[in-house]
């Protein structure tokens, strides 16, 4: 709980980096798949109760939509010494009536352990529901729920503890609290609670809470910068 990740995007090395909260580098991770176009990530409960998985979402196509299969990477964290992790359930999707869609966002909900895939870019924003358990290793269809009003969503987060909400754009963050008996979705489809703080960054793709959700980070990606990119905490207090 002390470390962060962060994955490189598309058709980089197959893993993730890992940083300390106060953004020094510790290490690179390897992982036994294949990054065509890497997104997201996201942490959290799976089929092992008690133990914490890492999610790895290859769910990009940016090259006009080629794709008609999309794939999760789901591992147990590794300890600190490990630098390969060869056992790795492969979640392979695809969207109704096989279309292809790009989608920037993997979303975790820890009391259900279901997956929610957000698209990118249309005006109202796609959003699709990966029920757990789900299958491994067998193409299933994913489950369309509706759109939500927004554009151009790329980074997303759920807290550990399920019941609060980020997604961002490239200019601004969102925040919900969820409602007594309320679902990832419902919430989602209502009215945002308020916009949070953000400095707009260069290409601000990355946004996480802290493990107690006290706080949330975001970084952006490096692209043609010269400089390694500023790593930023927005505390609630």
Same mark, same amino acid.
């Given at each position: 709980?002390?470390?962060?990740? #962060? ?23 390897? #992982? ?13 409960? !799976? ?17 006009? !939509? ?5 794939? #999760? ?21 695809? /969207? ?56 151009? #969503? ?78 930023? /905490? /927005?505390?609630?207090?």
């Amino acid at each position: 709980f002390g470390s962060l990740f #962060i994955i490189e995007d598309s058709e980089a090395a197959a893993g993730y980096h890992v940083f300390s909260k106060d953004g020094s580098y510790q290490k690179f991770v390897k #992982i036994n798949g294949q990054n065509r176009d890497w997104e997201d990530m996201a942490t959290g409960g !799976g089929p092992e109760v008690g133990k914490n998985y890492i999610y790895t979402a290859d769910i990009g196509d940016n090259n006009g !939509g080629v794709n008609k299969q999309y794939t #999760i990477y789901r591992f147990l964290e590794p300890n600190s010494s490990v630098n390969f992790v060869d056992k790795v359930d492969a979640i392979q999707y695809f /969207y109704p009536n096989n279309a292809s869609d790009n989608a920037e966002i993997l979303l975790l909900d820890p009391k259900t352990k279901d997956l929610y895939i957000i698209t990118k870019e249309e005006l109202n924003v796609k959003v699709f529901r990966l029920k757990y358990p789900q299958p491994v290793n067998q193409p299933f269809e994913a489950e369309f729920l509706g759109t939500i009003p927004y554009w151009g #969503i790329v980074g997303g987060d759920i807290s550990a503890d399920g019941n609060e909400i980020l997604l961002k754009t490239y200019i601004a963050v969102f925040y919900w609290k969820l409602k007594t008996n309320e679902t990832i979705f419902q919430a989602l489809s209502r009215n945002r609670d308020v916009g949070a703080p953000y400095i707009q960054e260069n290409q601000g793709e990355s946004i996480c809470w802290d493990y107690q959700a006290k706080g949330y980070y975001t970084i952006s990606e490096r692209g043609g910068l010269p400089v390694a990119p500023k790593l930023y /905490y /927005y505390s609630k207090k």
